[in-house]
């Protein structure tokens, strides 16, 4: 049953980019986000990765459809050569396909998502031995409640595919994303956009984790793109790890 579900959604993100290629680079950008967290949790399983600050930066390549891009995160109060610290050094590649499905009782947004996670676990990035294979599929339901905001649930499933001597896993994450703007405006940022994100997570297996279900959140607001640039700041919330997590975060975007 594994098998047939990841070959399924490695198949059908596969096939969903090859269907986009023609057109897709008709609408390019490219975006940069310089990010950093309080400090770095494992949302879905409540790991505790670093419990120091962690700089999250995105390199990102959007055309059309589809979305390539790297995560390289970085301990920032750890000493010692990069990639040989723990695993709060981390990069990940990630390619991300999202479109709109109308069906007889509306529209829906889905996604299609293959990524590899390259992980630290003492032996340094360049050993395989942590790392993972994520596969991911996830819609979504956005409904318009006035005045530029919505209301998205959605349910998303996830297949970690373990690379090395790790266990695989398989999660069910379910919650709604809500978001708008905010009805006034600061001096000198402008108009703000507020987001928050409210998930229940359920691991399938059952075992080799400390907490099978998680409740999460997230809280941000963002500001209006000034000459490609962008800020956000917010936090993160994740069940048994303690208080909220600081994040902030700073984005660049050039069409080409």
């Excluded at 009805?183 to 907490?211: C, D, K, M, Y």
Aim: hydrophobic letters at 40%; glycine letters at 10%; aromatic letters at 10%.
């Amino acid at each position: 049953m594994r098998a047939m579900l990841v070959t399924t959604l490695l198949s059908a993100t596969l096939l969903a980019s090859v269907a986009t290629a023609t057109s897709a680079f008709a609408d390019c950008t490219s975006s940069t986000t310089l990010g950093v967290m309080g400090k770095y949790i494992y949302q879905d399983p409540a790991l505790l990765v670093s419990t120091g600050p962690v700089a999250k930066d995105i390199f990102a390549v959007t055309c059309g459809k589809l979305t390539v891009d790297v995560l390289p995160f970085t301990g920032l109060n750890t000493k010692g050569a990069y990639g040989h610290r723990g695993q709060q050094d981390e990069i990940d590649g990630e390619m991300t396909f999202k479109d709109r499905l109308s069906t007889p009782i509306g529209k829906f947004d889905y996604q299609l998502y293959a990524g590899y996670d390259a992980l630290d676990l003492g032996d340094g990035l360049g050993s395989s031995r942590g790392d993972y294979v994520q596969l991911a599929f996830q819609a979504s339901k956005p409904i318009q409640v006035g005045a530029g905001w919505s209301v998205a649930p959605f349910g998303r499933l996830i297949q970690n595919i373990a690379v090395g001597d790790q266990h695989d896993h398989t999660w069910v994450r379910f919650g709604a994303d809500i978001g708008g703007p905010l009805p006034f405006s600061l001096p000198i940022v402008g108009r703000l956009n507020f987001n928050v994100q409210a998930a229940h997570t359920l691991e399938l297996n059952q075992q080799h984790l400390p907490h099978p279900q998680v409740n999460r959140g997230e809280v941000d607001l963002t500001t209006e793109t000034w000459h490609g640039f962008s800020f956000t700041v917010g936090a993160q919330y994740t069940q048994f790890t303690g208080d909220p997590v600081p994040i902030g975060s700073v984005t660049y975007v050039r069409h080409f």
